[in-house]
C-alpha cells in the first residue's frame, strides 16, 4: 500500500465513491448548523419534498445572531434575527435535528459547543455552514465550512460532493517564548505565509512545539489555519487528544473504546507520505502578535511597526495602501502605544475556559483603563458556568469588564454587540476584516492576554512588560 | 435550464486583494430566512456612504445596466463561508467574475449558484481591468474557453464540473440522490467499523437531556 498522509486517509475512510480525477462523494458524520447559513437549505430542502437523510448525524446552535446582554431570560429584539432562531427551532423539530436553542444552558458557538459536549471524535468528518470549521483537526477530525447549497446537498444525503485538496506540512519546533500562545504562533505563520498562503491545501501541524500545545491551543491554531486559506487542518490526535475526548464521550466504552483506540492509532500520516508544500517554523522567534491591518496577514510583533507603502514588496503596495487608510495608523509608527477604546475577548477562536484563565491572570488585581470599554464573552454556556465556579467572572468584573453571555457578539458582529465608526478594539478574534466589527471600527487581533493587557494600558501594549501580580 | 456559452458585457475592475465576504455581503444583510433581498447588501460599504446614500465615484452604481462582469485581486472571497455574497452578487445582475484566485468556500458556492468564476494571471486581469475601466466590455466564451476584451484574448480553464454545471445547470442533490442505495450501504459498513462515529449528535443530546 502506498504511503498516506492522515488528510487522505481521513478522505479515503469517507469516501462513498470517486466522481472523477479531483472530486469524490464524501460522507459527513456530523453536521453543525447555525441560524443564518441554515435557512435556506432547509427551505431547498422543502421545495425538493424531501426528508432529512440522516438527522442523528446532525445538530444545530443559536450562536450568531444572539445577543449577550448579562440577562437571564434571552429574549432576540430584533425581529429579523428572532425569526432566523424560532425557524431553526421550528425547522429542528420537524427534522427531529437536536438542537441548542436560544435559553439552553449549553448554548454556545458551534465550534465551542461541538468538542466540549464529546462530538468531535478523531478520524470523523464534520462540517458546517461556517469557515471555521477546520477548529476540528485539533482532534484529528477533517473539519472544514460549506456553503448553504452544499448545507442542502449534506441534508438530503449526508454526503458532500468535496475537491480533494493539497497536501501541506506545517513543521513547529522549539519551546514558544513565555508570554507567547497559539494564537501568537498561527498569526506569525498567518503572516509569514499570506492570507492564501495555504490556499487549496488541508494543513498538517507537527513539530515539538504542536506536540506540547494543550487540546484547546490547538483548536486555537487549527481554527485561524482558514486564515491563510487552508481548506482543513490537522494534528494527529495523540494521548492528549484522546484523553480531551474520551473525558467528554461516556458511550465510548466497552469494545467501542477498544475499536476506537486502534483506530485512532492510525491517524497519523505515514513516514514517508509525501507533501506537496513544507514549511517550518521554530517557535524561539515566536512574539507576541497584534495585527495592524485589514487582513490576518498584515500582522507585527509587538515591538514592530506599521509598514510603509514604499518599503513594502510591489505586489502588497497596493493592499498596505488600502489598509493604511482604514486603520488610519501612521506609516512606520511602532504598533506597541495605539490607544484602544473597546477591548473584546471571546469567539470560536479565543472563548474557552484556558482563554479566559489566561485574560484574567493578567487583570488580577488591576482595572480597565479609562475611556475603554472592555466585555468578556464566553464561548458557551459550559465556559460561562465553569469560568464563574472558578470565580474568573468576578476578576472580569472587578477589573471594569463586562461579563456576558456566551454567542459570536462582537467576533463578527451580526447581533447588537457592534462598534461605532473610528473605534478602536484590541480583539481575540479571527478577522480584522473593514467592517466586520462595525463599519469603520478597526480591529486589532491579538491573544487573550495581550488584549487583556491592552484594556489595563487602554493601549496596544506587551503583555511581557506588565509587572507580575500573583493571584 | 437555459444555456450560457457567452457572458459579455459591462464590467467594474475592483482592485482589491483578498476582498471577503463580509465586505461582499456585510452582516446587516444576513438576517433574511430567503435569499430576497441582497442586491442592496452587495458591496454595500463601497457603494454607499455612512449615511446610505450612494457614493458618485463608484462604478458599479453607474446608470444603466449594472456590470455583468467583475474583475477582481487575489483571493476574491476569502473569509466567511456566507453564500449570501455569491446570491447577492447574482442579484445585482453579475454573471461572472475574474481574478487571479478565488477563496475556497466562495469558489463550491458560485459553481453551486452557475456564478462563473475565471482564473487567469495577475498580469491579464491588470490588462482586463484597464480595458474595463475604459468603458468596454468583456467577453466570456465558454464554447472557446477564451476571455476577450479591446486589448486581451487569453485562454483560461476550468474543471469539467464547472463548466458542465455552467452550461446544464446540473444539480448535486438530484445526482448524488441517484446514489442512495450506495450511500446506505457505505454507511452500515462505516458504522460497522467504527459505531462512536454514528448518530453522535442524536445520542449526545438524548444523554444531555437525561443527565
Redesign the interface.
Known amino acids: 500500500m502506498t504511503s498516506r498522509t492522515l488528510y487522505r486517509k481521513l478522505v479515503d ?2 469516501t ?2 470517486v ?2 480525477e ?2 469524490v ?1 464524501l ?1 459527513c ?3 453543525l448548523m447555525n441560524e ?2 441554515s ?2 437549505a432547509f ?1 431547498g430542502l422543502h421545495a ?1 419534498g ?1 426528508p432529512v ?7 444545530a446552535v443559536v450562536s ?2 444572539i445577543p449577550t446582554h448579562p440577562t437571564r431570560i434571552r429574549v432576540i429584539a ?1 425581529t ?2 428572532a ?2 432562531a424560532s ?1 431553526l427551532r421550528r425547522n429542528c423539530e420537524r427534522h ?4 441548542f436553542d436560544t435559553n439552553d444552558p ?1 448554548q454556545g458557538i458551534e465550534h465551542v459547543v461541538a468538542p466540549e ?3 468531535i ?1 478523531p ?2 468528518v464534520v462540517i458546517c ?3 471555521h470549521t477546520t477548529t476540528y483537526g485539533a482532534l484529528g477530525a477533517l473539519g472544514f ?6 448545507v ?2 449534506v441534508l ?4 458532500l ?1 468535496y ?1 480533494r485538496a493539497q497536501d501541506m506540512r506545517i513543521r513547529v519546533d522549539g519551546a514558544l517564548p513565555p508570554g507567547t500562545t497559539a494564537k501568537d504562533l498561527v498569526l506569525m505563520i498567518i503572516g509569514r505565509i499570506g ?2 498562503g495555504a ?2 491545501f488541508v494543513v498538517e501541524f507537527c513539530g515539538s512545539t504542536i506536540d506540547a500545545l494543550g487540546v484547546e491551543a490547538r483548536f486555537t491554531l487549527c481554527n485561524m489555519a482558514v486564515e491563510a ?1 487552508a ?1 482543513g487542518a490537522l494534528v494527529a490526535p495523540d494521548a492528549a487528544a484522546i484523553e480531551h475526548v474520551l473525558a467528554r ?4 466504552a466497552g469494545d ?1 473504546l477498544a ?2 483506540l486502534a ?1 485512532w492509532a492510525t491517524l497519523r500520516s505515514d513516514d514517508d507520505a509525501v507533501f506537496d508544500v513544507v514549511h517550518a517554523f521554530d517557535a524561539r522567534d515566536v512574539a507576541p502578535q497584534v495585527t495592524w491591518g485589514t ?1 490576518p496577514d498584515q500582522v507585527l510583533p509587538i515591538d514592530g511597526r506599521v509598514p510603509r507603502t514604499q518599503d513594502q514588496p510591489e505586489a502588497a503596495r ?2 498596505t495602501e ?1 489598509a493604511l487608510r482604514y486603520v488610519r495608523l501612521a506609516p512606520g509608527a511602532p504598533i506597541a502605544g495605539t490607544p484602544v477604546q473597546h477591548v473584546f475577548i471571546g469567539s470560536c477562536t479565543n472563548g474557552r475556559i484556558e482563554d479566559l484563565r489566561a485574560a484574567a491572570q493578567v487583570l488580577h488585581g488591576r482595572h480597565v483603563a479609562r475611556g475603554v470599554r472592555a466585555m468578556v464573552v464566553p464561548g458557551s454556556g459550559a465556559v460561562k458556568a465553569q469560568a464563574e465556579r472558578e470565580g474568573l467572572d468576578a476578576v472580569f468584573r472587578d477589573a471594569g469588564f463586562e461579563w456576558r453571555q456566551p454567542g459570536c457578539s462582537m467576533c ?3 447581533n447588537d454587540d457592534v462598534l461605532a ?1 473610528g473605534v478602536r478594539c484590541a480583539s481575540t478574534t479571527n ?1 480584522n ?4 466589527q462595525g ?2 471600527a478597526i480591529t486589532h487581533l491579538m491573544s487573550p492576554a495581550m488584549a487583556a493587557a491592552a484594556a489595563v494600558a487602554g493601549a496596544i501594549v506587551d503583555v511581557r512588560t506588565l509587572e507580575p501580580r500573583h493571584a | 435550464m437555459h444555456e450560457r456559452h457567452r457572458i459579455e458585457g459591462r464590467a467594474v475592475a475592483l ?4 476582498l ?1 465576504t ?2 461582499i455581503m ?2 446587516q444583510f ?6 430576497s433581498g441582497l442586491a442592496r447588501g452587495l458591496l454595500h ?1 463601497l457603494r454607499f456612504d ?1 449615511a446610505g446614500q450612494p457614493r458618485p465615484d463608484c462604478a458599479l452604481d453607474k446608470p444603466g445596466d449594472p456590470p455583468r462582469l467583475l474583475v477582481g ?3 476574491f472571497g ?6 449570501h455574497a ?1 446570491w447577492g452578487l447574482l442579484q445585482f445582475g453579475v454573471q461572472a467574475v475574474i481574478a487571479p ?1 478565488y ?3 466562495f469558489h ?2 458560485a459553481m ?2 452557475r456564478l462563473l468564476l475565471v482564473t487567469l494571471p495577475t498580469d491579464v486581469v491588470e490588462r482586463l481591468m484597464a480595458d474595463a475601466d475604459a468603458g468596454g466590455d468583456l467577453r466570456i466564451d465558454l464554447a472557446r474557453m477564451r476571455v476577450t476584451s479591446a486589448n486581451v484574448d487569453a485562454p483560461f480553464e476550468l ?3 464547472y463548466r458542465l454545471k455552467m452550461l446544464s445547470g446540473q444539480d ?2 438530484d445526482l ?2 441517484l ?2 442505495a ?2 446506505a450501504a ?2 452500515k459498513a ?1 458504522h460497522a ?13 438524548a ?2 437531556d437525561r443527565s
Open positions: 475512510d469517507h462513498v465513491t466522481l472523477d479531483r472530486h462523494l460522507f458524520d456530523l453536521h443564518y447559513t435557512p435556506q427551505a425538493r424531501l437523510a440522516m438527522p442523528g448525524q446532525n445538530m450568531h445572531i430584533d429579523d434575527s425569526l432566523q425557524n427531529a435535528i437536536a438542537l449549553l459536549l464529546g462530538m471524535r478520524g470523523m455552514g461556517d469557515s465550512g460549506i456553503g448553504t447549497s452544499e442542502e446537498h438530503a444525503t449526508q454526503t460532493v475537491r492570507a492564501q490556499r487549496g486559506g481548506r464521550a461516556p458511550d465510548i467501542a475499536d476506537a483506530h487582513s497596493r493592499s488600502q463578527l458582529a451580526m465608526e478577522r476584516f473593514e467592517g466586520r463599519r469603520g | 482592485r482589491i486583494d483578498n471577503d463580509d465586505q456585510p452582516k444576513l438576517r433574511g430566512i430567503d435569499k460599504d455612512a485581486g487575489a483571493n476569502c473569509g466567511s463561508s456566507r453564500e455569491v484566485s477563496g475556497e468556500i463550491s458556492n453551486q449558484n474543471s469539467p464540473r448535486d442533490v448524488t440522490r446514489e442512495q450506495r450511500i457505505f454507511a462505516h467499523r467504527h459505531p462512536w462515529m454514528k448518530d453522535v449528535a442524536a445520542s449526545t443530546r444523554r444531555l
